[in-house]
């Protein structure tokens, strides 16, 4: 490392050159290439997989996005002539717009059921020759905007759909806006320097710049979520942001003892640098450990984000060494540059808050343990009602034109229009189309089921189909109790006899198969990723209590952040205050991912914390001192850190993005509870409590471990003698938390 840091500070406009390079080069790739991101829900093997990939080979006109537009009367009827005139005029305006495949009107003779039964409510429906996620946003926006000229005094026309979902996307970047400057803010209040403050941002805006331009790239050969360049820049804003100020902070603390800029620069890199590969060594391992599911929704979402990682590890350890060399001892502010002119080189001790706080703790373990595990404990109880389910555009803000076309559409033909059932199947025969024509009465008798539609056969008469809808709406218990009563009661009856296999398929019955899946993986999935943090850590601190604590830790975090979420997202406490739409089940793919990076991002504060107070460890063998001045040295440096992710995470709120949102809400718990909670007090309290059995190692097993070490001995070696050169300035020094006991 401090040979890398040596290189990018006497190359340091190649450094620079070839970062700005890369961003440059990938940026341009994925603007000619263009983006080609999928939300594919699809598990191969369930029910609703088989449905839907039947359907495609029987019905491949299908095959595009269906989008509804309604309208709704206030007075009068929409079958009066001049709202019929002027709908039937729009959507025959809509049916020659690019993209558009064909329009199924209520005022034609098949399209009655599409006017509601008081007369003030119809709907049309939109189909585009391509699925969403292969449509232009323009091709979405042009129907939007042709369905809104149609509008005037008593007349709401409104639209939903996926492809009209495109149009509501995220405009600008105004997250990213926000959470920056705030981080910009915080670290100038830390710093003094706007210099110093600005070289992390630009470090991370670089890194994040490319990941997200290759994110881009990435969806072409793979299948990525469209949430997942924003769930990427979440993160590498977040960390990227933090790993530069951990080093900066370093640099500032070897200038202010005298070193040269370069010198300073290398060490920083040599040893701060270390923490933050092991830290995203952490947080990759965290995130690829999807991979173990198999399921390709997640597995892009696991590259993209890792990608992200690595990059802002790298730049932290190249192009920042670069751009520090830059500005040399502007790295301090001018009150600081003046004071190492006048007095020369002082140590940085420990004390104000951060001092009094650490001797705080040391003093009363045993009650601030407990404190701190009570509101743990209380955060984390609303995780218990988690429910994995189906979110889709009712949970959407009242003012989007999907969330008034989703509630017209429940008001006038009952909620379980917004997301039908369909019922596929394979047919061999007359005795089964006998059996499916009688299958239509027997479901209109089934508890749960409000309309059924005729059977629709394929031109080949091999496949057939027909659509159920729930007199419940897509979201609710109810229509998986449906899902489940068909599959398990009513259709293994009718298939008596029969070669029928008829599959149930739909929104509701997708997203519910993709849960199941995921929640039968999920206990290897976490036992993987713990299992391996764990052994990282142990590797690096040569102890069996700190990765088990550790592990604990990280669980507790996430647990109450999931707790936060189902709070805010499911019961719906502040979810419309916050614009994120009213409350509704937590979507299936949500935990692998949240567990994914809470756990990564909890890890690092593990590793900055600990570091230091096995370094200390290692030089006295005082479990005491160790921890008093671990956290004492690191506890200011963890909580602006912690204060900029916040800030970062809380930023994505403002994105209009319900997951995003949801990820945002939930990272900036987990750190406000891991860095204020759980690294500042219930950690330090359990390792005074654990005294020396925190750095217990079965001899057997130090023999068999290979030495690793996230600070390098020669470092430490270097630190010791820096030490010795100040040591008549520190015994001028008052209340140096390193000497007096709590």
Known sequence: MAALARWCVQRRLVAVLLWLLAFGGVTA?????????????????????????????????????????????????????????????????IAELPGVAAVGSPYDKQGAAQISEDGHTAYATVTFDAGAESLGKGEAQAVVSAAKSAEADGLQVELGGSAVGLTESPQGHIAEVVGVAVAAAVLFLAFGSLAASLLPIATALVSVGTAYAGTALLGHAMTVADFAPMLGMLIGLGVGIDYALFIVTRHRRGLKRGLPVTESIT????????????????????????????????????????????LTVAASVTLLPALLSFIGMRALSRRERRRLTEHGPEPELPTGFAARWSAFVERHPRTLGVIALAVITVLALPTLGLRLGTSDQGNNPESSTTRQAYDLLADGFGPGVNGPLTLVTEIDGGDDKLALDNLDARLRTTDGVASVTPVTYNTGGDTAYLTVVPDSSPQSRQTSDLVDRLRDEVLPRAETGTSLDVQVGGMTAGYDDFAEVIVGKLPLFVGVVIGLGCLLLLLAFRSVGIPLKAAAMNVAAVAAAFGVVVAIFQWGWGSELLGLGRAGPIEPFLPV????????????????????????????????????????????????????????????????????????????????????VLRTLLVPALMHLLGGANWWLPRWLDRRLPRISIEPPESRAAHERLTDVVSELEKEQRGDVRDTAG
């Open 267 to 310: 060490n920083a890199v040599a040893t701060t640098g270390r923490a933050v590969v092991f830290a995203g060594a952490t947080v990759c391992i965290a995130l690829l450990g999807m991979l173990i599911l198999q399921l390709s929704f997640l597995n892009g979402v696991a590259i993209a984000a890792s990608l992200t990682v690595i």
């Open 29 to 93: 790739a994925a603007a000619v290439t263009g983006s080609a991101y999928s939300n594919d829900y699809e598990v191969p093997g369930t029910e609703s997989g088989r449905a839907t990939q039947l359907l495609r080979d029987g019905f491949p006109g299908l095959g595009g996005d269906s989008d509804t537009v309604v309208w709704h009367t206030a007075s009068g009827t929409v079958r009066a002539a001049d709202v019929e005139q002027t709908m039937t005029r729009t959507l025959g305006d």
């Open 593 to 676: 991912i949240m567990v994914s990076v809470l756990f990564g991002l909890s890890m690092d504060y593990q590793v900055f914390l600990v570091s230091r107070m096995y370094e200390e460890w290692l030089e006295t063998g005082d479990n005491r001192r160790a921890v008093r001045i671990g956290l004492a040295e690191t506890g200011r440096v963890i909580n602006s850190a912690a204060v900029i992710m916040i800030s970062v995470f809380l930023a994505f709120v403002l994105s209009g993005d319900r997951v995003i949102a949801m990820f945002g809400i939930a990272l900036a718990a987990a750190v406000a509870l891991d860095a204020f």
